[in-house]
Structures are given as C-alpha cells and as structure tokens.
C-alpha cells in the first residue's frame, strides 16, 4: 500500500511539473512574440523588456527539463540571446557578453543533443555575429567558418526545412563571406554560396533573409538584374515576416545595398 502510494505521489509530481513546463513554454514563447514591441524606428533597435522575460523563462524550464522539452528550450534560449545581442544594443561590449553567453551554451547543449536542428543552427547563428563583433583574427583563431559550416550540414541532415531552411540560408552565407585563405580554408566560394542559398530558396520562397543573401550572391556572380529584383521584393513585402525588428533592420540594409549597387 505504502508502495503504491509513493508511486503516485511520484505520478503526480511529475505530471505536475510537464503542466508547469508546459505552461512556462507558452508563457516564454508569448514573450517571444513580443519582441518588437515599443520598437525604435529612428535607432533601429527594439526594447529588451520583452526579450529578457523570455530569456529567464527559458532558462527557467532548463532547471527541470529533459528529453525533447529540454532540447527546444535551449535552442529557443540561443535564438533570444541573439535577438538581445543584434536588435536590443548597439553597445560592441554588450553584445559580445551575450554572443558568448549563447555560444556557451550551445557548444554545452550540442553535447547531449549533437542531432538538434535548431540546436546546430542557432549555434552556428551566434558564432556568426560573434566573429562579427570580435573580427576576422579572433574568428580565424577559433576556426568558425569551419564551425559554422560543420553546424549547418548538421542541421540540414537534421531538418532541411527548420526556420525557413535556415541550415541552408546560414551555411550559403558563410560560403559568400568567409574568406578563402589558402591552403588553410579552401571551400568558401560565391558560386557555391548561390547554389546552397538557391536550395534555401526553393524551400522557403518567402524569407526575407534568405532573399538578401541570395540576391547579393546572385550579384557578385554578375546576375544583376534578378538580384535587384530580389531586393525590390523584399522593400515591398507588406505585413510581418521574419519580426518587426527583423523586418525593420533587414530592410534598412536592403535599401543601403541597393544605394551602393547603383553607384
């Protein structure tokens, strides 16, 4: 009887603690939603209130979490510590404490789930801006071309489709930006960078992102013309898409390109 008991009790706490999980997931991804709010048109740059609500929540989940809940809140941890760091500061400082903390903790997490597609990419998303913010020799040192090639295959072989095909638009981006550095790094090439952000393309015809990548892509191969277009049709996309900070940012860099394009 005692026994029996105890396995109830057992029972219930733990079915207890999945509501609670539960709920904090939705609680955290509604956070997530409003990322743009109070948004700041003439800085670009959005209001961290709602990001950091987000944030402690995640990380509160992680506390208990196992299996596939602890998987999805650590990779949705990883993608607001990149929202902060690239929409929230213009601070350099600021924003490389919060690439590292969210580089941290994906370098840890891909140790338990080495699988993850969102895992793979939003860590190979962070370790981008992050060899943004610390510049070409830090990153060169820490090999992240290398890395954030490795992590997007992963994440492809994983799932193709996740975030808009975003193993595809990130992998093609660092093959169009990485500098070709012989015989140390012999793959990052603009021509293939087209290639992979055309199978990007193809799966998600309406990100936004992947249309910018690929358009200047397309223009450093000499295809001008559907490169413009590609751009134009982003300037005259209506409606949400990728976030209202994402849009607004994206955009803005739309139009500075476009200007430098016509010179």
């Known amino acids: 009887m005692k026994k029996s008991f105890a396995l109830l009790v057992?029972?219930?706490?733990?079915?207890?603690?999945?509501?609670?999980?539960?709920?904090?997931?939705?609680?955290?991804?509604?956070?997530?939603?409003?990322?743009?709010?109070?948004?700041?048109?003439?800085?670009?740059?959005?209001?961290?209130?709602?990001?950091?609500?987000?944030?402690?929540?995640?990380?509160?989940?992680?506390?208990?979490?196992?299996?596939?809940?602890?998987?999805?809140?650590?990779?949705?941890?990883?993608?607001?510590?990149?929202?902060?760091?690239?929409?929230?500061?213009?601070?350099?400082?600021?924003?490389?404490?919060?690439?590292?903390?969210?580089?941290?903790?994906?370098?840890?997490?891909?140790?338990?789930?080495?699988?993850?597609?969102?895992?793979?990419?939003?860590?190979?998303?962070?370790?981008?801006?992050?060899?943004?913010?610390?510049?070409?020799?830090?990153?060169?040192?820490?090999?992240?071309?290398?890395?954030?090639?490795?992590?997007?295959?992963?994440?492809?072989?994983?799932?193709s489709k996740f975030d808009g095909a975003g193993g595809y638009r990130v992998l093609g981006r660092v093959y169009f930006k990485a500098p070709k550095i012989w015989p140390i790094l012999r793959w990052p090439s603009k021509e293939k960078a087209v290639e992979i952000l055309e199978k990007g393309y193809k799966l998600a015809p309406e990100n936004l992102t992947t249309k910018q990548f690929l358009a200047e892509a397309l223009y450093s191969q000499g295809k001008k013309v559907r490169a413009k277009k590609l751009m134009n049709e982003i300037l005259n996309a209506t409606g949400v898409h990728e976030g209202v900070a994402e849009d607004a940012v994206l955009k803005n860099e739309v139009r500075n390109t476009l200007k430098e394009w016509q010179k």
């Open 10 to 159: 057992v029972f219930v706490l733990f079915f207890s603690l999945n509501l609670l999980a539960q709920g904090l997931m939705e609680k955290a991804d509604e956070y997530w939603d409003k990322r743009g709010e109070n948004f700041d048109t003439a800085k670009l740059l959005a209001d961290s209130a709602q990001i950091n609500q987000a944030i402690e929540l995640y990380k509160q989940i992680l506390t208990n979490a196992k299996g596939q809940e602890k998987e999805e809140a650590t990779w949705k941890l990883i993608r607001a510590y990149y929202f902060k760091g690239k929409y929230c500061t213009a601070d350099k400082e600021m924003k490389k404490k919060i690439y590292d903390l969210g580089k941290d903790i994906g370098e840890n997490a891909l140790k338990e789930f080495p699988n993850s597609a969102g895992i793979n990419l939003f860590t190979a998303i962070v370790w981008g801006v992050w060899g943004e913010e610390y510049g070409i020799l830090a990153a060169a040192r820490k090999g992240v071309a290398g890395k954030i090639k490795e992590l997007c295959e992963k994440s492809i072989k994983a799932d």
